[in-house]
Each structure stands twice: as C-alpha cells, then as structure tokens.
C-alpha cells in the first residue's frame, strides 16, 4: 500500500514496542538476524500509517516520509496553492502566523482547512438529515479509513461518505473557486498521505513535524506573533468558523451539536481505545450503533498528531483550542454572514452540490485466520503444549495473546523464537545441560587434581632414585679407575719379574689386560650413564616445573565452590 513509515534496522534492539502499540495487527514483520538479535520491518500492505509506532520507538529506529523537502524544492519554481490544518496554532502557538507568512513570501497561496471542516459538518448533517447516510462512523481521520478497509471491511458501508475537512477543501477550491495550482497540505498527520494517494485529490503532504526539522536544518527563524494577537489571518479565501476545533478530539461531534444537539454521539480516540472498539461496532447490531461514531486514531486529537513534533502539553493545547472555540463563535454571532455561521451554512445549500463532497472506499484482500488445526504445529514450535502454556498471554512478543502471537508466526509476521516464555523454556534446558556439564567437569578436575598430586610425588621419587644414580655412578667410576691403575701396576710388575715362570706370566698379563679392557668398558658406560643421567635430570626438572603449575592451577580451579 505505502512506503511511508520507515526503519532503520541498525537501530532496532527488538523491544517489540512498535508491535505492542500498534493498533494494525499485519503491519510489523519480525525477523532473527544472523547474530541472534531481532528487527522488526514493517509490511506496507498492512500499515495503516497511524504512526504510533515511530512515537512510541525510544531508540530511533522508526521514522516516516513526507513531501516537504520536495514541496518545498518545487514552490521556488513553481505556483502553488497550501491548505492549512487548524491544528497549527497548537503547534506553532506563538509563531503560526510568521510560518504561513514564510510561505506566503515565496508566492504559496494559503488556504485555511477550517472552511473545509465547516463544508464537513454542512455535508454530514444534510446527508443525516436527507436521510442518505444511516448510522456513520466519521472519517476525517484516514488511519481510521485505512484500518476500515483494510481489517474491518464489512464496515465500509458504515463508513460516512463525506470527505475529510482537508478533502472538502480541496474539491471547494478545485470545483469551486478555480484554483488551478498544485495542492499541498501542512498537518500534523502521517496518514494524511495514504488519503491523497487515495482520492488523488492532493499533490504534496508536509507535516509540521518535517517542516520544523527543515527550519532548524537551514537555520530558518520565522516571525513571532504579535502580543494579544487574534486567531484571524488573511487567508486568500474565506476562513473557517468553528470547524477550526475539529483537531480536538470530539470535534466534529462538537460542531454536530452546535446545530442538532439531539443528534446521538459517541466518541472514541486513542490507538488503545479506538481500534478495540471499532472492533466492537463491528461485531454489534445495527440498531445499537449510535447515529455518528466520531472517532479519532490520536488521544488528544490531531493536535498532538504524531506528525506534530509539538512540545506542548495536552492543557496547553486545550486552552488554545478553547480559545479557539470562543473566537469561533464569537465570529458566528457577528460575522461576515450577517447572523452567524447558520447563514454560512445557507450559502453552502445555496452555492455547493452535497454530492461533490462524498467519496466511496475500497476494501483490501483480508488475510485468512488460522483455524486451531493450522495453528497447532506453530505453537508446538513455541513450546506451548498445555492449554496453559498457550494462554499465558504475557504480552512480551508486543501481540494481546499467545493465539496472536501464533497467527503471526504462521503468517511469516514473526517467529517463534521471539515468544519470551519460548525462549526462557530453552534457556532453561541449555541451563541443565550447562549444569550436567559442569558437574562432570567438576568431577573431571577432582580427578586430575589426585593425579597431579600423585605425579608430583612419582616426580620426586624419579628425581631422589637419578640423584642415587648419579652419586652411584661417580662412586663406580672412581673405584674402576684405582682397580685399573692397580691392574697396571700387577702387569707392569710381572712383566719385570724374572724368578716367574714366563707361560704363567703371559697368562697372568693376558687375564690382567682382559680385566682392564673390561674395566675400560665398565669406565665408558658409567661415563655415559651420567651424561643420560644430567639429561635425564634436566628434563625431569622441567616436568616437575610444568606438572607443578599445573598442580597449582588445578588446585585452584577446585578450591572454588562446585556452584
């Protein structure tokens, strides 16, 4: 349908804030990123373009488009006409006049929407009166319409006809003055959009909200109102009376009662309170439906829109708007029409045809509800096996119920992993596991922890027994060279002896020479016994380093408690 709410996936943190304050039931898609994270997109198919989203987002990550940049580009080249909502003197309270006088000085024609909501209120009670309507919900809120045809489409019919104040206006100067140029709108309305693109009656949307943002951008300072200045402004056409409270709520119920008090009224504003019970009409009897259903998408009206940008309080905002009222109907007492806006309403019978000023709605394709048997699978997924797990109803997803939350996961709108309950469910069977797992380990470094004591003390045995080789060795090597040298004296001695017999010298030398060789080898594998036994030791010293740190470390590891 629209790309006018828009995301900026970075700085989604998955809250669920946008889902939870959304009136439209299809309008967020909820993914799981790559890294585990959530983002929330939003389904323009679905979105209503009430903006309750990008107020409620804390984190920046939701924002909507507008035509005031582009208006703003095509005004210095181009002749154009701007209808004005009466909500710009809640928003801009002490400088409204200087804003349209910007406008005015680039040559932009200004037209005052309160006329238009006047037309609004003629059309509607001779369309009651006429008997050309049956009970009405009213539509100068287009979230409202939006949300009619799109979730509630068998409530077209109740729908009223007549057009928004803003619309009304258009089709007067288009119809009925000759205004060729270009129309824009100012509002403080985001779903004002979708009406133009709808009717095609508007060619630029601009919202105080955007329009602010433009002056502080380019550093623009507009002009301040005059002290005890009125609420009058020279329009080029003729100003609104009190159609100009129409951005309070209740406002069009106002102005009914102005000229038929016995007119039976109920009202609604608010996303919380509004949809839930359009729902409700929608569900009731014809003949309990009051005769107008005066309802509004904003809780304060369109004067805290959520296009405003406004830094004013609800009773700041209501005072001027009593104020308002009061100027109204002062100007209705003693007005340009001679008696008062009953007059204004005979020249609108005089001079406009009623059925310029109705329109017709189109209902969009409903998305089928799951029946239980489609939904089982998906909150199986969720791990919601008891009928207990599947109301629990915490609302932490952003959806009313768990069978919401379902129906969206079986719609691609969100994913089961995104049910909080779902998602404690498996931490707490990883919680288990981690805890089977640490308990081994525990055991595991028990275990080690006796073996590294052992191998320390094996460790100690190996070094005490190289250290007894070594003195062994060097005790050896000592006694095999004084044998030797004792040896070679005996040879050297019977070699020179001549009173022995010279066979049994030769023999006595010849077992001597065997036992030094002998000698000699023993000398050499002592020798070497020592070299292996420094080398032997060198390592074993290295192994008692290691085996001690990890001995340490195990210890520890294990002084601290098992949990």
């Known amino acids: 349908m629209n790309d006018i709410i828009i995301v900026n996936p970075e700085k989604c943190v998955g809250c669920n804030a946008c889902v939870r304050n959304c009136p439209a039931q299809e309008a967020n898609v909820t993914k799981r990123r790559d ?286 708007m009593r104020d308002v009222e009061k100027a109204a109907k002062k100007k209705r007492k003693t007005g340009l029409f001679g008696g008062g806006e009953d007059k204004l309403f005979k020249k609108f019978d005089d001079t406009l045809n009623i059925s310029d000023f109705l329109r017709s709605y189109k209902p969009r394709a409903r998305t089928i509800t799951p029946t239980e048997a489609q939904l089982e699978p998906i909150y199986v997924s969720m791990g919601k096996i008891t009928d207990e797990d599947r109301h629990y109803d915490c609302h932490a997803c952003g959806y009313s119920s768990c069978r919401e939350m379902a129906t969206a996961v079986y719609r691609g709108l969100n994913v089961p992993d995104n049910c909080i309950v779902h998602a404690k469910s498996v931490l707490n069977e990883k919680h288990k596991e981690l805890s089977h797992q640490h308990d081994v380990m525990y055991m595991m470094a028990n275990k080690c922890r006796e073996f590294s004591d052992n191998l320390v003390q094996d460790i100690d045995s190996i070094t005490r027994s190289l250290h007894t080789i070594e003195e062994s060795a060097a005790q050896t090597g000592g006694r095999t060279v004084t044998v030797k040298q004792l040896i070679e004296s005996v040879i050297k001695f019977c070699s020179a002896n001549e009173t022995m017999d010279v066979q049994t010298v030769k023999q006595l030398i010849s077992i001597m020479e065997s036992i030094c060789t002998a000698f000699d080898a023993l000398d050499k594998s002592v020798s070497d016994t020592t070299k292996g036994s420094g080398e032997i030791s060198g390592s074993v010293s290295e192994l008692t380093r290691l085996v001690e740190e990890l001995n340490v470390m195990l210890h520890e590891t294990t002084a601290v408690d098992k949990y």
């Open 35 to 320: 890294d585990g994270t959530f983002v929330t997109t939003v389904n323009p198919d679905k979105c209503i373009c009430c903006g309750e989203c990008v107020r409620s987002c804390q984190h920046g990550a939701r924002d909507y488009k507008d035509d005031t940049e582009a208006y703003i580009d095509y005004l210095s080249r181009n002749k154009t006409a701007l209808l004005v909502a009466p909500a710009i003197k809640t928003v801009f309270p002490t400088n409204w006049k200087g804003v349209l006088n910007w406008f005015k000085k680039k040559g932009v024609l200004i037209y005052d929407v309160s006329y238009g909501a006047d037309i609004c209120t003629w059309a509607h009670l001779r369309a009651i009166e006429g008997k050309r309507v049956g009970n009405v919900i009213t539509q100068p809120c287009a979230a409202i319409v939006n949300y009619i045809e799109t979730y509630q489409p068998k409530l077209i019919n109740n729908l009223s006809p007549v057009h928004s104040p803003i619309s009304c206006e258009a089709i007067y100067l288009k119809r009925y003055i000759g205004v060729k140029y270009p129309l824009a709108v100012l509002s403080p309305c985001i779903a004002k959009k979708t009406e133009f693109l709808e009717t095609g009656l508007v060619d630029f949307s601009i919202t105080f909200g955007k329009l602010k943002q433009y002056f502080e951008k380019n550093n623009i300072h507009v002009e301040m109102n005059q002290a005890n200045d009125d609420f009058d402004y020279p329009f080029e056409d003729q100003q609104g009376q009190v159609g100009a409270v129409y951005p309070r709520p209740g406002g069009l119920r106002d102005n009914l009662w102005l000229h038929d008090p016995d007119l039976n009224i109920t009202t609604s504003e608010g996303v919380h309170k509004v949809y839930p019970e359009i729902d409700m009409y929608a569900e009731m009897p014809e003949f309990k439906h009051p005769e107008v259903f005066d309802v509004l998408s904003c809780e304060f009206g369109c004067n805290v829109g959520p296009a405003s940008a406004t830094d004013q309080t609800v009773f700041d905002v209501m005072a001027v």
